[in-house]
């Protein structure tokens, strides 16, 4: 079981910055890689940012170079940092941790979310 909440979204004016937050708790299995989705009105919830095992860092080619996502292990939380924001960010932002469950010889991940936070960039 992954417990995870997401905070530190808000509004902002184009150009400026934010920093999410995603504290985790539960199983560590399934923190070690850790991911930043969101999902935009009337749009399917996409990738924006990961963090592997060994800190291994990747992000999607609309938010490289001004989003950066980094972990506080001794915290338990990931970050996803925001800089020159533009109105098409605009979009609730989940946290993401996947545990593998294995059974037999077949292998799967589960998805655990967060609740979600609104981050709302105008022009």
């Known amino acids: 079981q992954v417990t995870l909440v997401e905070s530190g979204g808000g509004s902002v004016q184009a150009g400026g910055s934010l920093r999410l937050s995603c504290a985790f708790s539960?199983?560590?299995?399934?923190?070690?890689?850790m991911y930043w989705y969101r999902q935009a009105p009337g749009k399917e919830r996409e990738l924006v940012a990961s963090?592997?095992?060994?800190?291994?860092?990747s992000a999607a080619d609309t938010v490289k170079g001004r989003f950066t996502i980094s972990r506080d292990n001794a915290k338990n939380t990931v970050y996803l940092q925001m800089n020159s924001l533009k109105p098409e960010d605009t979009a609730v932002y989940y946290c993401?941790?996947?545990?593998?469950?294995?059974?037999?010889?077949?292998?799967?991940?589960?998805?655990?979310w967060g609740q979600g936070t609104q981050v709302t960039v105008s022009s």
């Open positions: 963090i592997i095992s060994g800190g291994i860092t």
């Open positions: 993401n941790a996947k545990c593998m469950v294995a059974a037999g010889t077949e292998q799967w991940d589960i998805d655990y």
């Open positions: 539960g199983d560590a299995d399934c923190a070690k890689s």
